[in-house]
């Protein structure tokens, strides 16, 4: 079966960075756009990052661009999200998400809404405070 297994997420001071991963399995991970989403506490899902089935190709929220980097290493099936310059609004769960195989070609500037994806890992929390 599919599972997402997120990791890296911590406690860090504005201005810092962390690494997060995401082990894929049961499933072609190489097939598929690749997603990270977060959720703050009382707040709405938010699309952080996507990337293409090769890498050459990736989504960022306004919110994050030019601070976090998305990649993926097909070989070990794995995601990552790269978040450095850490701000306290970064605070929230994150996850990875695969969307549904009819959206796995897709370009996520032509998709929204939760609806796209289902699998979500069981998420990592970062927190950002001094």
């Known amino acids: 079966q599919v599972q997402l297994v997120e990791s890296g997420g911590g406690l860090v001071q504005p201005g810092g960075s962390l690494r997060l991963s995401c082990a894929a399995s049961?499933?072609?991970?190489?097939?598929?756009?690749m997603y990270w989403v977060r959720q703050a506490p009382g707040k709405g899902l938010e699309w952080v990052s996507a990337?293409?089935?090769?890498?050459?190709?990736?989504y960022y929220a306004d919110s994050v661009k030019g601070r976090f980097t998305i990649s993926r290493d097909n070989a070990k099936n794995t995601l990552y999200l790269q978040m450095n310059s850490l701000k306290s609004e970064d605070t929230a769960g994150y996850y990875c998400?695969?969307?549904?195989?009819?959206?796995?070609?897709?370009?996520?500037?032509?998709?929204?809404?939760?609806?796209?994806?289902?699998?979500w890992g069981q998420g990592t929390q970062v927190t950002v405070s001094s």
């Open positions: 998400a695969k969307p549904k195989s009819e959206y796995r070609d897709y370009d996520p500037r032509e998709l929204s809404g939760p609806d796209v994806f289902d699998y």
């Open positions: 049961g499933f072609t991970f190489s097939s598929y756009w």
């Open positions: 990337i293409n089935t090769g890498g050459g190709s990736t």
